[in-house]
């Protein structure tokens, strides 16, 4: 890895009052590359993902994309949409994370009308070019969000997101509410948008079944801090930490002990 | 197009169902409205018309509600009146809804000092009783519509501020609204074009419901003399004027007016009630 990486952390922290959700996380992730980050609930990760967009800021620690520290706010409309245009973010919930009153073709119309200088027509070429990339057709285009399944929600957001042609992809759990059919879809259709338009994901999942399929790299949080890193496949085949063990133990298949995995996790405590 | 099967069901529902109440206080309000509007149509005499030898006439052929001690018809003062006893509460509620959403976006967005100092003002606000304001305004600039309805349009920012305060720091840290904010739009087009119209319905609700307390409220004070002053048609001022009637035994000249100030109240009560219920379901 010797091009600059489009996200990079260093040591980033964030407390609130005397907790700290996240304490010196640092990462890097290379053009096109794909990261995930795992842990349990109140691990650290969300709070993560949220620094990385602009959600939350550090308490200490800097983000960088391209190079660029983007940690503090950004001043002015310029910086703003900048920032917008480097990293995106799809939220776990799709029935939230969509507004109720807007419909599909213009959640996905607002942001390339604040982005880009686009003829109407222009606009709508684009609009559907990308709707279609996700899946969407004409008749989920006029529909408000309420008419929509979960997964259909989840590629509407995907493609808002898209629509900003962002360097990078900050994936909240972004799989999790949904049936796990439709999370198989949806995970295909990561692996189809990362390959062909080459944007750099994070993906933040509880889920380590799925890291395998979605990401090149894996950081494990606890109690907001890196037990774990390394290449994804290397960190699933031989975990190193109690901690990734105990999670992939947990994933339910044939000889799984409930009991057993309870018991492991008291020990750790 | 698939909306509009939706729309039909509701309002199926809304006239079949259990909402008969509202529909009725709805008709009520709209037959209210077009009496103010169509006054001068609608009223058998004229409302100033003084006729002494038919004083304290009861209800009859000619003066369905009678007549007050004056001789002037009841049911004219009273079609009269609505407009007053509307237009008073329509200020008061335009006034403090955009006030009240205006400082309460403001606080839920800024959040922090500004949403304390707001807050703090507008908790002042509310101990100050709106009565007592007014009665402040009605000595400094006289007896009248004015001082009342502007005493009244501060006294109810607060109501609406701080339900709109409630409702938007909710409402902002739904993803939806934060997924505006990751896209780059600026938090003034987030607040005017997203926040407030999805939080609209609620506040709707409220200024319905304060339109019912403000009619209530400026009637008392011309009931109490502060407000629209006689000989002009005011059912407060009415009741007031119906007083020494009652005394002599007609009781219409001061229960037409008190009797349309209970239906228009409870009626807008009524109405908000029904918008919230309606935007809780939606949002449940």
Redesign the interface.
Known sequence: MTEQPVLAVEGLRKTFGDHAAVDDVSFAVPPGGSLAIVGESGSGKTTTARMLVGLERPSAGRVLVDGADRTAPPRGRTARLARARAIQMVFQDPYLSLDPRVTVADAVEEPLRLHFDLDPAARRARRDELLDRVGLGEREAAALPRRLSGGQRQRVALARALAVEPRALVLDEATSALDVSIQAQIVELLRDLRASLGVAYVFVSHDLSLVRHVADDLLVLRRGRTVEAGRAAAVLDGPRHPYTRLLLDSVPRPGWDPARIAADRRALD | ???VPFQKRALLRRLHGGDALQTAALIVLVLVVLVAVLAPWIAPYDPNGLDLSAALGGASGDHLLGTDESGRDVLSRLVYGARSGLLGPLVVVAVSTALGALVGVAAAWCGGLVDAVLSRAMDLVFALPGLLLAIVLVAVFGPGLTAPTVAMSIAYVPYVGRLVRNVAVQETT???I?????????GWTICLR?LV??IAPLVLAQSAMNFGYALMDLAALSFLGFGVQPPAADWGAMINNGANALLQGAALPALAPGAAIVVAVVAFGIVGEGVADRVAKREA
Do not use: D, I
């Open positions: 197009m698939t909306a739904r993803p939806y934060q997924s505006y904010r990751v896209q780059g739009w600026s997203h119209p999805n």
